[in-house]
Structures are given as structure tokens and as C-alpha cells.
């Protein structure tokens, strides 16, 4: 099986443009999550959804919005880019109902906003 | 506020042993979860402990000790494909992972 794909693998964008990155798993994971990872801090959860149809806001929400049509695919937008949303955004999943309820991560898309 | 420690950077020989060390205080605790991640590369499931004690699993082990927010990874007749970071992630009462900065170990022949 592919676990998590993500899509694109790199990114540069010009600052003021919109973008999406695209998120698809295959475990039939109820739960799914966008991190970005900056050097010398660790992952911070961005949003998040426990469930298709709903979505949580995480530690660094602001400016990233999130959708959860079905199961699957757990797209993340960011309207308008800014230099600071440069960043490794990295996909996870989990089964929640499982007792170790263990993140799976995709391979990441480097995002650059110049 | 919520916080996991962990060294920055380690440096070992091949065929020695390691341990890495991870300190954490978070509001609730619902599992401690060891991560390596390869440069460039996504994090990948090394461990899980939830009670107290030593998890073994292959070449590598974790321990946990809940009263003291203490972990440690273990790791034994070290490789060079060890090379890595390795990130200490608590869950916490909402069932979020907290992560730490992780710790960057360098192999040397």
C-alpha cells in the first residue's frame, strides 16, 4: 500500500499567491494532520481532523485552512503566502481508536515563499 | 506552558551504545512515542511506552518513568545507517502529540 502521499514534493511560490498541498492516505485512518517543521523547533501541529467532515485548529493555525470532504484526502490552503510560511508541511494520519493511536507521516512538500 | 527537552546533537562511535534522553512536562499524559527521521526524509515509528519501564524492540529500547516526565532511547551496536534525528513526542491531555526539537546523532567509523 502507499500510506501517505503528498503532493507537490517542492514548492517555490511568490509571496501573495495562493496555494494547495494535497494530502492522500490509504489506511482508512479516521484521524489526519498538517505539521510544519522549521530547523531547531519541533513539528507544530497546524490543523488537524478527527473525523471526515470535521477540523481542528492546532498550535500555528493562522493563515492555513483546511478541509475533510471524505476520508481520504485532507487538502491544506494557504490563501496568500507569506516568507514565514516557508517551511517542511508534513501529512500524518493515525487510527485514533487504536490504544497506541500512532501517527503516520507522509514524505513532506518543502515549501519556499519568496 | 508545555515543553520537551532533548539534547541537540549527539555524536557516537560504531558498534557503541547511546542513549538519547528526552524530559517533558505537558498538561495530562496519555503516551511517550520515540520518532527517527533521516535528513530529508518523514519521521518514522520507533516506539510507544505508556507505563513505566523498559520496551524493548530489536537494537533499540525506551524507557519511561512518568513521575519524574523522564524518557530515554536506547540504541546498541550502533550503524552507520543510525544517523539520524530523533524525535521525543508526548501526548497530552487532548490526545496532541507534543514534539521536541529533536536530537541529531552523528555516527562515526
Known amino acids: 500500500t502507499a500510506g501517505i502521499t503528498q503532493a507537490p514534493t517542492s514548492q517555490i511560490l511568490a509571496a501573495g499567491r495562493s496555494m494547495t498541498l494535497r494530502c492522500t492516505q490509504d489506511?482508512?485512518?479516521?484521524?489526519m494532520y498538517w505539521y510544519r517543521q522549521d530547523l531547531g523547533l519541533g513539528l507544530r501541529l497546524i490543523h488537524y481532523s478527527n473525523t471526515a467532515g470535521t477540523t481542528g485548529k492546532g498550535e500555528v493555525p493562522d493563515g492555513y485552512s483546511v478541509s475533510r470532504a471524505n476520508t481520504d484526502d485532507f487538502p491544506l490552503t494557504l490563501a496568500s503566502a507569506v516568507p514565514s510560511q516557508t517551511s517542511v508541511y508534513f501529512c500524518?494520519?493515525?487510527?485514533?481508536?487504536?490504544?497506541?493511536?500512532?501517527?503516520?507521516f507522509g514524505p513532506g512538500t518543502r515549501l519556499t515563499v519568496l | 506552558g508545555q515543553n520537551i527537552d532533548q539534547p541537540t546533537e549527539m555524536t557516537a562511535t560504531e558498534g557503541a551504545i547511546v542513549q538519547i534522553n528526552c524530559t517533558y512536562q505537558t498538561s495530562g499524559f496519555n503516551g511517550l512515542f520515540w520518532y527517527q527521521q533521516h535528513a530529508g526524509e518523514a519521521p518514522t515509528f520507533l516506539s510507544y511506552?505508556?507505563l513505566d519501564g523498559l520496551e524493548e524492540k530489536g537494537r533499540f529500547s525506551s524507557f519511561l518513568s512518568r513521575s519524574k516526565g523522564y524518557s530515554y532511547l536506547l540504541l546498541k551496536e550502533l550503524q552507520m545507517k543510525d544517523s539520524a534525528s530523533y524525535l521525543c513526542a508526548v501526548m497530552d491531555s487532548n490526545y496532541q502529540l507534543i514534539w521536541g526539537a529533536g536530537t541529531k546523532l552523528i555516527i562515526k567509523p
Open positions: 489506511m482508512r485512518h479516521n484521524a
Open positions: 511506552n505508556v
Open positions: 500524518a494520519s493515525s487510527d485514533s481508536r487504536a490504544s497506541t493511536d500512532t501517527q503516520y
